[in-house]
């Protein structure tokens, strides 16, 4: 069995740091560590409209945005097959498919739905596009073969899911479908990183996110901002490092070599929480070495897409070549997955024969 990977991103804006933490930098290791026959990252327009159908022109604009971020953090397009998710008919065909053998009592008991439905606030007008998106998501990995789909915790439901709609179809039509399974990120922090002002998530709808795109400006107006820890009134005072933002993005981001660079009175990151603990140092200071730590991370991002947003033809080109190889494939597992329902029927009059024969 070929070994195939499949993730993607909803081009509702630019991409941020809980983005990369969560599953771009799992990409890039695999994309390095090779060992796969395709890899193919999803730009997925056609689910971002299933809650901004009242706005396409945000998706549109930001295709390109997505892309180049893609490519400035490393993503390399001779390895990676960048791709738009509506240029592909296919993906809906198998959608359809796949909604006869999901109950709606089962989409409803699915915890991302329940979870995104509740936080859109979309109350009992639900777009049924938008409630049957594990579905469509099913599709998307499935018509690749997926084996393996780097994703974030908050995205198991929908792995799950997509096994169950595996197996139910290989059951009933044959052996088909490949059952997919998740990657997580290792480090247990980057599984879902808090936003700037201490909520749960980063989301760019809260307006909490650090871009991958941001300038240096940008950036120190967001650490400088960040939420802390709120007991920690004066430099003396005890610090509380958990639940304080700016220490959850140094478990994230920092190594032992920040800080033999920028904060040489400590080895490691234990031995600054254990003094931020006892007392005697400023959340302004451990600010500013995350800034310093954050602006490494992103000043050859941000030189990489500057390139590729004065090079807007590659871009294009690397998204239409990605888009037409995936296509391909695509055709090939509807044709598959059809021939398995017997919905071909006219393939060498096999229909004429069998009614001939009855």
Do not use: W
């Amino acid at each position: 069995m070929k070994k195939n990977i499949l993730t993607g991103d909803r081009p509702t804006g630019k991409l941020h740091i809980g983005h990369y933490v969560g599953t771009l930098a799992s990409r890039l290791k695999l994309q390095e560590k090779g060992g796969y026959d395709d890899f193919f990252i999803m730009i997925a327009d056609a689910q971002a409209l299933t809650d901004n159908a009242d706005n396409p022109q945000k998706i549109r604009e930001n295709i390109l945005n997505v892309a180049i971020d893609y490519l400035s953090i490393g993503i390399d397009p001779k390895k990676v097959h960048i791709f738009i998710q509506s240029e592909i008919s296919e993906l809906t065909e198998l959608a359809f498919y796949y909604s006869n053998l999901v109950t709606v009592s089962r989409l409803e008991r699915n915890p991302t739905v329940k979870q995104e439905i509740k936080s859109k606030g979309f109350a009992e007008s639900i777009p049924v596009g938008f409630f049957t998106y594990p579905i469509s998501q099913a599709a998307d990995i499935t018509a690749f073969k997926a084996s393996i789909v780097p994703v974030g915790d908050d995205q198991l439901p929908m792995i799950e899911q997509t096994r169950e709609i595996v197996r139910s179809f290989n059951r009933i039509y044959g052996d088909v479908l490949v059952e997919p399974k998740e990657l997580l990120p290792e480090n247990e922090v980057c599984m879902r990183l808090p936003g700037i002002d201490g909520n749960a998530k980063m989301s760019k709808s809260l307006g909490n996110c650090i871009y991958l795109s941001d300038s240096y400006e940008e950036l120190k107006t967001k650490v400088m901002g960040m939420y802390t820890d709120p007991l920690h009134l004066k430099v003396e005072d005890p610090g509380h490092v958990k639940g304080n933002t700016v220490f959850t993005y140094l478990d994230a981001f920092v190594n032992d070599e920040d800080f033999a660079k920028y904060y040489p009175e400590f080895k490691n990151l234990d031995e600054l929480k254990k003094a931020y603990e006892h007392g005697g140092i400023g959340d302004v200071k451990i600010k500013k070495f995350l800034l310093q730590i954050l602006d490494d991370f992103l000043k050859p991002i941000r030189e990489k897409r500057k390139y590729y947003e004065e090079h807007l033809d590659e871009v294009y080109d690397i998204l239409k070549e990605g888009t037409m190889y995936a296509h391909c494939l695509a055709k090939e597992t509807l044709n598959e997955a059809k021939n398995a329902m017997k919905l071909n029927y006219f393939n060498n009059k096999q229909l004429l024969d069998e009614f001939k024969n009855e």
